[in-house]
Nanobody, 128 residues
Framework: QVQLVESGGGLVQPGESLTLSCTVS????????IAWFRQAPGKEREAVSC?????????YYADSVKGRFTISLDNAKATVSLKISPLVPDDTAVYYC????????????????????WGQGTQVTVSS
C-alpha cells in the first residue's frame, strides 16, 4: 500500500524559513518522481517543485519559487523535503506531495493528472 504523509507546516512570519517533509511508504524513490504542489485559498492547485528518480534525482522548480524553494531527497529516511526560505505571504497554502512512477532522473511531470498517489496536505500560513 502506497502512502505519502506530509509534515512540517505551521504558522510562520514573513522572512522565516520552513522545511516540509513528505515521508513515503510502499514505493521506491529510485523509480518515482515526487512533486510538491500547493493550493492557496481561492486558487487552483499548482506544481511548485519536483525531483526525479535515480541515479541523478534532478530537481525542478516553478518560475514563481526559484531561488527560494529547495527540494531534496533522503533515501534512507524515505523522505522528500521542501525547504522554503525566505517565506512570503503568498506562500500561504496547503502543500501536497504526490508521486508518479518514473524510471528517469528528470522530473517532467507538471500536471496533477499525471500523479498517481497524493498525501493529505499540510497547511502553511505566512503572516506577521
Amino acid at each position: 500500500q502506497v502512502q505519502l504523509v506530509e509534515s512540517g507546516g505551521g504558522l510562520v512570519q514573513p522572512g522565516e524559513s520552513l522545511t516540509l517533509s513528505c515521508t513515503v511508504s510502499g514505493l521506491s524513490l529510485d523509480v518515482n518522481a515526487i512533486a510538491w504542489f500547493r493550493q492557496a485559498p481561492g486558487k487552483e492547485r499548482e506544481a511548485v517543485s519536483c525531483i526525479g528518480g535515480s541515479p541523478d534525482h534532478k530537481d525542478y522548480y516553478a518560475d514563481s519559487v526559484k531561488g527560494r524553494f529547495t527540494i531534496s531527497l533522503d533515501n534512507a529516511k524515505a523522505t522528500v523535503s521542501l525547504k522554503i526560505s525566505p517565506l512570503v505571504p503568498d506562500d500561504t497554502a496547503v502543500y501536497y506531495c504526490a508521486s508518479v512512477t518514473d524510471w528517469s532522473s528528470v522530473c517532467l511531470h507538471e500536471e496533477e493528472y499525471e500523479y498517481d498517489y497524493w498525501g493529505q496536505g499540510t497547511q502553511v500560513t505566512v503572516s506577521s
